[in-house]
């Protein structure tokens, strides 16, 4: 009579056992490979951070970010995705093709290895920071972006500073090249593809870093975007380093680090 009555052990789902990959294809392109870690533990309740290189939209790779990627690893908080993407050429636009690998990347972390990826961090540096805002503030499934770290990210090319005569006139003339479309008469495409542009109350987070002495891109984007972010009741963090150029000093770069994985954790919290 007792044993009949014997309450059932409530059920437990079992603890997936930790996962780390390199090179994993989550596409066709040869390009379309990315660093995959996923700790030990229950895959529905596990959080998820997207890190994306820079490389003005036509260069760079994940090797960029080995190093964090392995304090992750190390760190056992997150899964994590260091990617590569598709890059620009003469026949092809940054966007939506580099967006839409991001996409493609997440998708395969939910459909391969078993993850939801319900609160999902996005961090870039450069074009890559313009690459993770575009996606958060743009994508079908940004309410699963949680939070977003922007390291000197070009997100507004209908900044007046772009359009200048001189340094950053010049510089903008190799944005059009590699965007395949000219300035002058096309503002509304390049507000398109502008980050600041697609700001609403309901975007994600943001943590924005710029430099002071950046020659590739102007810390007014920076200013800019914390200005709109702000009147949009968006919760954000700008971080102005007023002697580091496009690629930071070690004293700024540490400091910086710091910052973003300090606000990458507490948007990612249980």
Same mark, same amino acid.
């Given at each position: 009579?007792?044993?009949?009555?014997?309450?059932?052990?409530?059920?437990?789902?079992?603890?997936?056992?930790?996962?780390?990959?390199?090179?994993?294809?989550?596409?066709?392109?040869?390009?379309?490979?990315?660093?995959?870690?996923?700790?030990? &533990?229950?895959?529905?309740?596990?959080?998820? *951070?997207?890190?994306?290189? &820079?490389?003005?939209?036509?260069?760079?790779?994940?090797?960029?970010?080995?190093? @964090?990627?392995?304090?992750?690893?190390?760190?056992?908080?997150?899964?994590?995705?260091?990617?590569?993407?598709?890059?620009?050429?003469?026949?092809? +636009?940054?966007?939506?093709?580099?967006?839409?690998?991001?996409?493609?990347?997440?998708?395969?972390?939910?459909?391969?290895?078993?993850?939801?990826?319900?609160?999902?961090?996005?961090?870039?540096?450069?074009?890559?920071?313009?690459?993770?805002?575009?996606?958060?503030?743009?994508?079908?499934?940004?309410?699963?972006?949680?939070?977003?770290?922007?390291?000197?990210?070009?997100?507004?090319?209908?900044?007046?500073?772009?359009?200048?005569? &001189?340094?950053?006139? @010049?510089?903008?003339?190799?944005?059009?090249?590699?965007?395949?479309?000219?300035?002058?008469?096309?503002?509304?495409?390049?507000? +398109?593809?502008?980050?600041?542009?697609?700001?609403?109350?309901?975007?994600?987070?943001?943590?924005?870093?710029?430099?002071?002495?950046?020659?590739?891109?102007?810390?007014?984007?920076?200013? +800019?975007?914390? +200005?709109? *972010?702000?009147?949009?009741?968006?919760?954000?963090?700008? @971080?102005?380093?007023?002697?580091?150029?496009?690629?930071?000093?070690?004293?700024?770069?540490?400091?910086?680090?710091?910052?973003?994985?300090?606000?990458?954790?507490?948007? *990612?919290?249980?």
């Amino acid at each position: 009579m007792a044993a009949g009555c014997r309450k059932e052990a409530p059920f437990s789902p079992p603890v997936a056992e930790e996962v780390l990959a390199y090179d994993y294809a989550y596409g066709p392109h040869p390009l379309q490979k990315m660093d995959v870690y996923i700790p030990p &533990g229950l895959r529905d309740t596990m959080a998820v *951070l997207v890190i994306v290189h &820079g490389g003005s939209w036509v260069g760079g790779d994940k090797s960029d970010w080995k190093q @964090w990627f392995d304090y992750e690893r190390n760190a056992k908080k997150y899964a994590t995705l260091n990617i590569n993407y598709r890059l620009d050429d003469p026949a092809t +636009r940054p966007l939506p093709m580099q967006t839409d690998d991001i996409a493609s990347a997440i998708r395969a972390l939910r459909e391969d290895f078993g993850v939801p990826a319900r609160r999902i961090a996005l961090l870039g540096a450069s074009a890559g920071a313009h690459l993770v805002c575009q996606y958060a503030w743009t994508y079908p499934d940004s309410a699963y972006v949680k939070a977003v770290v922007n390291f000197v990210g070009p997100v507004d090319f209908n900044d007046p500073v772009y359009h200048t005569p &001189g340094h950053w006139e @010049w510089i903008f003339s190799g944005i059009e090249y590699i965007f395949n479309l000219p300035y002058a008469g096309n503002e509304h495409v390049y507000a +398109r593809w502008s980050p600041y542009t697609h700001v609403t109350s309901r975007s994600a987070p943001a943590a924005l870093f710029y430099a002071g002495r950046d020659t590739l891109v102007p810390y007014s984007n920076g200013e +800019r975007l914390h +200005r709109r *972010l702000d009147s949009f009741g968006v919760e954000n963090e700008y @971080w102005f380093y007023p002697r580091s150029g496009h690629t930071f000093n070690e004293a700024d770069g540490w400091d910086a680090a710091y910052k973003a994985e300090d606000f990458i954790d507490r948007h *990612l919290r249980d």
